[in-house]
């Protein structure tokens, strides 16, 4: 199967920040099947600002259920 991760960044801070890293951890209840990570740059990011992103995954761990995104 195919997944595609969607999500928004949202800089709640008060200084501009970047992003430079999309860690992904594939679950099955508790279990951890996997782990990948995709170059993400993204900013400089305003305060209050936001932006999207999107990642498609070929291939995931066969049995994820869970998708579990850390920008980092």
Known sequence: GRYVV???LVN???AA???TVLRLTFK???DVLGERSF???EGPLPP???TNFSQA???PPSGTTDIVPVVE
């Open 57 to 59: 995954l070929d291939d």
């Open 39 to 41: 170059p993400m740059v």
């Open 17 to 19: 920040g970047s992003t």
């Open 48 to 50: 209050g600002g936001r």
């Open 6 to 8: 969607r999500g928004q």
């Open 28 to 30: 099955r209840n508790d």
């Open 12 to 14: 709640n801070g008060k």
